[in-house]
């Protein structure tokens, strides 16, 4: 297996998607290549790119350019109608009586959950040892009883219904299929940093079953080792490798202060690669109040998701429209409501979906709705003009209403904020500019500038190492101009970004 390690921004998919590009060229059938991503975006942009320089059919030639768990499903018999989704996780909560949280996420391909037990067992499962050894290992404070009562129910639920999850899709090719694996002439393996043992399991098979096999990664930016990634693995393969040597990301002070973390991390693999050709800046604030991001785009990052509260709380004080971990700062039925009234007004036709979030936040009882109006009855593929509802369905305001007039059952802080992000120029319907997220979420993103705090979580100060060596390389290499590092709290509750 041939390691191609990719540092910062020095295009290490893009690099792979150009190997595949000349396997085809050079007449490799597609159905001979097959390229396994850690995520479906990722594989859809193999797939979209060769679809379209070679003129193929994703559904019929590119049938290898999936995931991991897609590859191992496709050859494990499972069926897709029998994953395990939300309502099973609820039904199997009321089951056993404990609330396991549990959100699917498909794109993904993975399940995010609250309850410890759960993700325990996925762990054990990831990292294919034992749960009670899971256990001993963990810090949980809970008995061994409740944890085996929930591992058991678990499984019996499983068992019982003739379901399965994405782990599963993993470990029954493994286990049981590996001798259907289709014989390949080129294998790419992107972001193998974060493959868990069972995943590596799956990759060496893939391994046998190719005459070239190609994995990329950067070692350097594994930051899923809390999730099962195991690093070392990629570390310690043997043979040949190549490191991309260009960043075109990464600025030049950026990258000497990047260059710093690295060398404290103590198993790594030795690589050198140069900045982009910009200068880059990095500044040191207080606190956000006096920083203009009025322009540009920014990634604002934090080390846990209960750091993120308080800055959202700042962001909206500031009249900054933005995401906060990949969701819009404005709740899509506000952002529905104002969008729909102004469109109304404009005497355009909005759906009975957006004249339902319209009416939410108007008051009824003959204020801004007749009496016995307030929920709208229509077919819900009837489109409506602001005549129509006020000549049909109880509206009793016009277009001289501007949508801070007109909804009236709005929540002032939520009034207010619009208005002082529209304001500053900021659109609804605009991408927007500023992304708020934690370190682990803003994997694979970049921005012109990137914010980034440099409190830790008690538990971590416990224990700088590896781990948050690379976790704090990560955020400081996302951007492209300039790097602002904001004053922690408590020097105790700290990442040391200098020496």
Not at 214 to 220: F, M, Q, T
Not at 268 to 273: A, E, I, N, Q, S
């Amino acid at each position: 297996m041939f390691r191609i390690f990719g540092p910062p921004g020095t295009g290490k998919t893009t690099r792979l998607l150009d190997m595949v590009d000349k396997a085809l060229a050079d007449g490799i059938q597609p159905h001979q290549i097959a390229f396994l991503a850690f995520t479906k975006k990722a594989a859809r942009e193999a797939r979209e790119r060769a679809c379209e320089r070679f003129d193929l059919s994703a559904k019929d030639d590119l049938v290898f350019f999936q995931t991991l768990h897609s590859f191992g499903n496709r050859l494990s018999g499972l069926r897709n109608e029998n994953l395990m989704n939300d309502e099973h996780y609820r039904e199997l909560s009321t089951h056993i009586g404990v609330d396991l949280n549990v959100r699917v996420n498909e794109e993904e391909e993975r399940i995010s959950s609250q309850h410890p037990i759960l993700e325990l067992l996925h762990l054990s499962r990831a990292r294919k040892v034992s749960v009670r050894k899971q256990y001993d290992e963990s810090n949980l404070l809970v008995s061994w009883t409740e944890v085996s009562y929930i591992t058991t129910a678990f499984n019996d639920y499983k068992a019982a219904n003739g379901l399965h999850d994405f782990t599963d899709m993993l470990e029954v090719f493994v286990e049981h299929r590996a001798h259907l694996c289709p014989h390949f002439k080129i294998c790419f393996l992107d972001e193998a940093q974060d493959l868990s043992p069972l995943q590596w399991d799956m990759a060496h098979i893939l391994e046998d079953h190719s005459d070239r096999m190609y994995a990329a990664g950067d070692d350097d930016q594994a930051i899923f080792r809390w999730n099962g990634a195991d690093v070392g693995h990629l570390i310690n393969l043997p043979g040949s490798s190549d490191t991309l040597s260009q960043s075109y990301r990464v600025p030049h002070r950026v990258h000497a202060l990047a260059e710093t973390i690295t060398r404290r991390i103590s198993h790594r693999f030795p690589k050198v690669y140069e900045p982009r050709d910009a200068p880059g800046a990095i500044e040191h604030l207080y606190d956000l109040s006096n920083l203009n991001m009025d322009h540009g785009s920014w990634l604002i990052l934090a080390h846990t998701n209960y750091m993120l509260s308080p800055i959202d709380a700042e962001l909206k004080t500031m009249g900054l429209l933005f995401e906060r971990n990949h969701k819009s700062s404005i709740k899509e039925r506000v952002a529905e409501a104002v969008n729909g009234w102004e469109q109304l007004r404009k005497n355009r036709e909005v759906s009975l979906h957006t004249v339902k979030a319209i009416y939410s936040f108007m008051s009824g009882n003959d204020g801004r709705i007749a009496r016995g109006h307030k929920k709208p009855k229509a077919l819900e593929e009837e489109l409506f003009t602001l005549h129509k509802l006020q000549e049909s369905h109880g509206l009793l305001i016009g277009a001289d209403y501007i949508w801070h007039d007109a909804l009236d059952k709005l929540p002032p802080l939520d009034r207010e904020y619009i208005i002082a992000f529209l304001r500053k120029g900021e659109r609804f319907n605009a991408k927007p500019r500023i992304q708020l997220t934690t370190i682990h979420q803003s994997k694979g993103g970049e921005a012109d500038n990137v914010v980034l705090f440099s409190d830790i979580s008690p538990a971590a100060a416990k224990d700088i190492g590896d781990d948050l060596h690379r976790l704090f390389y990560v955020a400081v290499t996302r951007t492209r101009n300039t790097l602002y590092l904001v004053g922690c709290e408590n020097y105790a509750l700290s990442y040391p970004l200098y020496d």
